[in-house]
T-cell receptor
Framework: GESVGLHLPTLSVQEGDNSIINCAYSNSASDYFIWYKQESGKGPQFIID?????DKRQGQRVTVLLNKTVKHLSLQIAATQPGDSAVYFCAERRAGNMLTFGGGTRLMVKP | EAGVAQSPRYKIIEKRQSVAFWCNPISGHATLYWYQQILGQGPKLLIQFQNNGVVDDSQLPKDRFSAERLKGVDSTLKIQPAKLEDSAVYLC??????????FGEGSRLTVL
């Protein structure tokens, strides 16, 4: 399939290792954040979300951390699998429920 | 539950021609979004509908792009005339009262 992004920052990890993908957001008034996964040729798929009144939220194998002081968001994937290979986007919700996406990070999992 | 449906999946046109994309959101979802995703970038919101009304179209190039959602369900996005820089994937998404957006597979446009 055609690549989602050819010139994105890339994180390469060994299968079984933990992955950490980082995102800096711009608007201190944003109150809601989402991580999306996008595989080649497909639309973005919801992974996990977090509201601004929280600093950590856990899902199945994934954890999102929010640091409002430095406007930083991270996605941690435990025991990374080949199926996790994709482009990951963070998105922030601003006024009017408008969701704004960041530039994305490509995760490559080596077997 | 059926997902967001989009068509066509692929379209190749020459510059100055017109093109239309169709989106059928998840049943019951009041909010519908059109995003443009240029290769190597994150999706950029073009227009957001709440039922059949426009909530935000501030980033829609209105001289060439138009979108409608007449009955508050399906939506069409039209580009006329197309430019080379319009080559992108056009993503439709929908949401209910929750904030999570569900995306379709996208319509890939190539303008030659």
């Amino acid at each position: 399939g055609e690549s989602v992004g050819l010139h994105l920052p890339t994180l390469s990890v060994q299968e079984g290792d933990n992955s950490i993908i980082n995102c800096a957001y711009s608007n201190s008034a944003s109150d809601y954040f989402i991580w999306y996964k996008q595989e080649s040729g497909k639309g973005p798929q919801f992974i996990i979300d977090i509201r601004s009144n929280m600093d950590k939220r856990q899902g199945q194998r994934v954890t999102v951390l929010l640091n409002k002081t430095v406007k930083h968001l991270s996605l941690q994937i435990a025991a990374t699998q080949p199926g996790d290979s994709a482009v990951y986007f963070c998105a922030e919700r601003r006024a009017g429920n408008m969701l704004t996406f960041g530039g994305g990070t490509r995760l490559m999992v080596k077997p | 539950e059926a997902g967001v449906a989009q068509s066509p999946r692929y379209k190749i046109i020459e510059k100055r021609q017109s093109v239309a994309f169709w989106c059928n959101p998840i049943s019951g979802h009041a909010t519908l979004y059109w995003y443009q995703q240029i290769l190597g970038q994150g999706p950029k919101l073009l227009i957001q509908f709440q039922n059949n009304g426009v909530v935000d179209d501030s980033q829609l190039p209105k001289d060439r792009f138009s979108a409608e959602r007449l009955k508050g369900v399906d939506s069409t996005l039209k580009i006329q005339p197309a430019k080379l820089e319009d080559s992108a994937v056009y993503l439709c998404a929908s949401s209910s009262a929750r904030e999570e957006l569900f995306f379709g597979e996208g319509s890939r446009l190539t303008v030659l």
